[in-house]
């Protein structure tokens, strides 16, 4: 399994940007698509996921203004973002999971300016 992020720059405070997540190499189908963020000396942490059946979850620091979803005839996760904050910037993982299998992508840089 390969994911690849796409998406990511630089924004001011206020605006928005979408985060794209495209897996391949896939045998059956995919369970479970998220997305982590992990800022400069800080863990890793949950920001959205969304099963195959489209159920959602969200971290509280994003409900409101994060919206995930997903196509699954392309495989691919989306990260709609907005009214981004400075405390939003990060380097944004896609996270997939295929049947036990649990694959991460290289992750794209979100930097929201004050």
């Known amino acids: 399994v390969q994911v690849v992020e796409s998406g990511g720059g630089l924004v001011q405070a206020g605006g928005s940007l979408r985060l794209s997540c495209a897996a391949s190499g896939i045998i059956g189908s995919i369970n479970l698509m998220g997305w982590y963020r992990q800022a400069p000396g800080k863990q890793r942490e949950l920001v959205a996921t969304?099963?195959?059946?489209?159920?959602?979850n969200y971290a509280e620091s994003v409900k409101g203004r994060f919206t995930i979803s997903r196509d699954n005839a392309k495989n691919t996760a989306y990260l709609q973002m907005n009214s981004l904050k400075p405390e939003d910037t990060a380097v944004y993982y896609c996270?997939?999971?295929?049947?036990?299998?649990?694959?991460w992508g290289q992750g794209t840089q979100v930097t929201v300016s004050s």
């Open positions: 969304i099963n195959s059946g489209g159920t959602t």
């Open positions: 996270y997939v999971v295929v049947g036990q299998l649990g694959a």
